[in-house]
């Protein structure tokens, strides 16, 4: 009786385990996820590298304060702008539109540079 039941479980397991693997020919169901687009701009001896950067729209570009010094980013149009970033903080901001957007630190303002979103 045990063999039986065995021998059943066996082959339930077999077919089901068959079917999973089953596609028809010439067809793929694996879909990609998109890929995030993030871009880092680093806040480093008073300025911002790279000092100006080009992206497509839904980009995320990240600032990190890589020096001793808070800095905080302000846009020209003022569309986007950080709090202080003490050394090692980071602010983020995703760019929708496309668009030519300048910006500086308020802190010190001689520090200046741009993000151009070109259409895709």
């Excluded at 079917?19 to 028809?24: I, M, V």
């Excluded at 304060?65 to 302000?74: C, G, I, S």
């Excluded at 903080?89 to 539109?97: C, W």
């Amino acid at each position: 009786m045990k063999t039986v039941r065995l021998m059943r479980l066996g082959a339930m397991l077999f077919l089901a385990l068959g079917a999973l693997g089953a596609t028809p020919s010439g067809s793929s169901f694996a879909i990609a996820a998109p890929v995030p687009r993030v871009q880092t701009v680093l806040i480093r001896n008073f300025a911002f590298e790279p000092a100006v950067l080009t992206i497509s729209p839904g980009t995320t570009v990240t600032w990190t304060n890589a020096d001793e010094d808070p800095h905080a980013v302000v846009a020209n149009d003022k569309s986007f702008r950080s709090t202080a970033l003490d050394t090692g903080g980071r602010y983020s901001f995703t760019f929708t539109r496309p668009g030519d957007y300048g910006y500086f630190c308020s802190l010190h303002p001689h520090m200046t540079a741009h993000i151009i979103v070109k259409p895709s």
